[in-house]
């Protein structure tokens, strides 16, 4: 069983980036974009910054970098100057991703339910603290 472990992750995965690619598609964005307005947009209280998304995705930081220039060129956020470090730049939602930021909720919600509603309720606490251990784990 556990030689198959991460061939049945990845299967999951290619799956659930299917879903999220298709969603993303219909308002011309890729699967990433649509999770960086997301997790922008739940964190819009607390300031935002390219390491961040390094951090939150596991990315590199060359990977974020293109990522975040091509959304700010395609003007779904907006990097802003920080007084106290003229190096740092605060990433925020403009206006546009904002005007989509329901839908993209509503999606990602319904999405989380539809890979939840598989298991059993105490399976999804298990399963969820599972996922968090395994980049941990793996990174060492």
């Known amino acids: ?12 995965s290619n799956e659930i980036s299917r879903g999220i690619n298709t969603f993303a598609a219909k308002y011309g964005l890729t699967g990433t ?4 307005i997301h ?3 739940d964190h819009h209280n607390v300031e935002i910054y390219q390491k961040d998304i390094e951090r939150e995705f596991n990315i590199r930081r060359s990977t974020a970098t293109n990522i975040l220039k091509t959304m700010e060129k395609d ?3 907006i990097r802003r100057s920080v007084k106290s470090d003229s190096r740092l730049k605060r990433i925020v939602l403009s206006d546009k991703s904002k005007e989509m930021q329901d839908a993209i909720d509503k999606f990602m919600t319904d999405n989380d339910q539809k890979i939840l509603s598989t298991l059993g309720t105490l399976e999804r606490h298990s399963f969820v603290r599972a996922l968090k251990k395994i980049p941990l784990k793996l990174k060492k």
């Open 39 to 41: 997790y922008l947009a």
């Open 75 to 77: 003007e779904l956020i």
């Open 33 to 36: 974009q649509v999770q960086i």
């Open 1 to 12: 069983m556990t030689s198959d472990v991460a061939h049945l992750i990845k299967v999951a």
